[in-house]
């Protein structure tokens, strides 16, 4: 995600620079019931973009006092219309209205709004877009389908990310989910969607572990170097979550990625964001980050915990971060 909002996360735990940082959140308040958080600004008013049916959507007019809208983010009507014209050809077991992991992008004077249809368990899933040239007047239009994947594949298209390399104006998308790890890929910025030809790069894996638990990919570039956050383990499962984030850096948008160890996160490095907590409300630490520039040119990342008191409800979280010996901590500072 870009503009007033944008994408990168981290904080090496370990490290003795992050122990000089205060580690917490802002103090969010209202309606926090969120998964996948993707957040932008226009006009001065906070959106944030949510799993749920037709992609959920709160408002907030400084980012700490949020309000549901009681609609989704599309139309109900676009949203039926999608559905029964394209989503189930490629998601022939999708029913419903539920969209997954949004992620939203400000381009040459339009919004693009990126999403995942499929169902739990399985790669039959395809990564959608749609596009507005005003979020207050939710005008959307059905920009079809990115990229697919079928049980053939050995990735999943869900959780996508577009990232513009500030260096080159180059766009790229990341995705994917479990199966192989996660991919890139080159965009066109006439269709916003891959180039035909574009080769997909494996970006980031967890051999041995069972399954391959790591998804969500999000990528930021500060000073000299390209971030890859992702997140791991367990979701969805309430207070039984066990969901982190994870970073690893690297001179080429293309990768390696490595940790503060060199460790390729291809070959499964990676450093945590936030070591799991054994007390207090969050349960671990959550996932489904996206990390944004304020307009004063400071980091925050959003991201959703899991609530202890409430049962591992998912709910809203953002943090400053701060960038110390070329890694990002998380701040307490508003």
């Given at each position: 995600m870009?503009?007033?909002a944008?994408?990168?996360?981290?904080?090496t735990?370990?490290s003795?620079?992050a122990?000089?940082?205060?580690i917490?959140?802002?103090?969010v308040?209202?309606?926090?019931?969120?998964?996948d958080?993707a957040?932008?600004?226009?006009?001065g008013?906070w959106?944030?973009?949510?799993?749920?049916?037709g992609i959920?959507l709160n408002?907030?007019e400084d980012g700490l006092?949020?309000?549901?809208?009681?609609r989704p983010a599309?139309?109900?009507?676009?949203?039926?219309?999608?559905?029964?014209?394209w989503?189930?050809q490629?998601?022939?077991?999708?029913?419903?209205?539920?969209v997954?992991a949004?992620?939203?992008?400000?381009y040459?004077?339009?919004?693009?709004?990126?999403y995942?249809?499929?169902?739990?368990?399985?790669?039959?899933?395809v990564?959608?877009?749609?596009?507005?040239?005003?979020?207050?007047?939710?005008?959307?239009?059905d920009?079809?389908?990115?990229?697919?994947?079928t049980?053939?594949?050995?990735?999943?298209?869900i959780?996508?990310?577009?990232?513009?390399?500030?260096?080159?104006?180059?766009?790229?998308?990341?995705?994917g989910?479990?199966?192989?790890?996660?991919k890139?890929r080159e965009?066109?910025?006439?269709t916003?969607?891959?180039?035909?030809?574009?080769?997909?790069?494996s970006?980031?894996?967890r051999?041995?572990?069972r399954h391959?638990p790591?998804?969500?990919p999000a990528?930021?570039?500060h000073?000299?170097?390209y971030?890859?956050?992702?997140?791991?383990?367990?979701?969805?499962?309430?207070?039984n979550?066990?969901?982190?984030?994870?970073?690893?850096r690297?001179t080429?948008?293309t990768?390696?990625?490595?940790?503060?160890?060199g460790?390729?996160?291809?070959?499964?490095?990676?450093?945590l964001?936030?070591?799991?907590?054994?007390?207090?409300?969050?349960q671990?630490?959550g996932?489904?980050?996206?990390v944004f520039?304020?307009?004063n040119?400071?980091w925050?990342?959003?991201?959703h915990?899991?609530?202890?008191d409430?049962?591992g409800?998912p709910?809203?979280?953002?943090a400053r971060?701060?960038?110390?010996d070329?890694?990002?901590?998380i701040?307490?500072q508003?």
């Open positions: 870009e503009s007033t944008t994408t990168t996360n981290a904080t735990e370990e003795d620079s122990d000089a940082v205060t917490g959140q802002w103090p308040s209202g309606e926090l019931f969120t998964h958080p957040i932008t600004v226009e006009d008013t959106y944030s973009f949510y799993t749920a049916d959920g408002v907030s006092s949020w309000q549901k809208t009681y599309l139309p109900w009507n676009l949203i039926r219309t999608m559905r029964d014209d989503w189930t490629y998601v022939p077991d999708y029913s419903g209205t539920s997954w949004p992620d939203v992008f400000q040459d004077g339009r919004t693009y709004l990126y995942a249809v499929s169902t739990f368990g399985r790669n039959h899933s990564i959608g877009l749609a596009s507005t040239d005003s979020l207050a007047d939710n005008n959307w239009v920009e079809g389908a990115v990229l697919a994947s049980a053939d594949d050995d990735f999943n298209a959780d996508p990310n577009l990232f513009e390399d500030p260096e080159t104006g180059r766009l790229w998308l990341a995705y989910s479990y199966w192989s790890g996660l890139l965009v066109d910025p006439e916003m969607k891959p180039f035909a030809d574009s080769e997909p790069v970006l980031a894996s051999p041995g572990v391959n790591i998804e969500a990528l930021a570039y000073d000299g170097f971030y890859l956050f992702a997140s791991i383990d367990r979701c969805c499962a309430d207070s979550s066990t969901y982190k984030v994870i970073v690893g690297s080429q948008v990768g390696p990625y490595e940790d503060d160890l460790i390729r996160m291809l070959d499964g490095g990676g450093n964001v936030w070591t799991d907590r054994s007390e207090g409300r969050v671990g630490f996932g489904g980050q996206d520039q304020l307009d040119g400071d925050a990342m959003a991201w915990i899991y609530n202890r409430r049962n409800y709910e809203l979280a953002i971060l701060r960038f110390m070329g890694w990002p901590v701040s307490a508003h």
